[in-house]
């Protein structure tokens, strides 16, 4: 299989996170963040939610949390991967089919979240940068995505 144009790179305050995305697992995801990307929704976008030990989330226009892009939500592609280190998967709100343009990245292994939330890619380099970001609910003087590509 292929991997051109499923890898993410997000060039962010703290240098750049290389993400492989898995259309195999969540095709629809995978295509939705494309989108969003190739329209540069993710351009300046902060990581408003960085739990130490956790996640951190970002995707938010608003930085805080409530919002999404222009589309409608996603249907859930719940799927067996892992949530460990480095895994991307989408948060959402108490509906399953919620998903919209905010995902987080697992700092740590968060194997409670299995099945619920849909893992759509994982960190192949800069995962130390990740651990840089600032951390907080919500982060004072937030790290943010300063540019995202595919190639």
């Known amino acids: ?71 409608p939500n996603l249907k859930q592609e719940f799927n067996g991967q892992h949530h460990a280190r480095g895994v991307c998967s989408m948060a959402r709100s ?5 998903a919209n343009s905010q995902f987080f990245i697992c700092f740590a292994d968060a194997g409670f979240l299995n099945r ?10 800069g995962m130390e940068n990740v651990d840089k970001l600032k951390r907080g609910e919500p982060v004072q003087d937030p790290d943010k995505i300063v540019s995202a590509t595919i190639s």
Request: overall charge negative; charged content about 20%; proline content about 6%.
């Open 1 to 71: 299989m292929s991997e051109t144009g499923n890898t993410l790179t997000l060039e962010t305050t703290q240098g750049p996170v290389v993400i492989k995305m898995r259309p195999d697992l969540a095709p629809n995801h995978v295509e939705h963040i494309k989108k969003l990307v190739g329209e540069g929704f993710y351009d300046g976008i902060i990581f408003h939610r960085v739990i130490d030990g956790f996640m951190a989330q970002t995707g938010c226009p608003h930085g805080t949390g409530t919002g999404g892009s222009k589309y």
């Open 94 to 98: 108490s509906n399953p089919d919620s």
């Open 116 to 125: 619920q939330y849909t893992v759509w890619g994982e960190v192949t380099e």
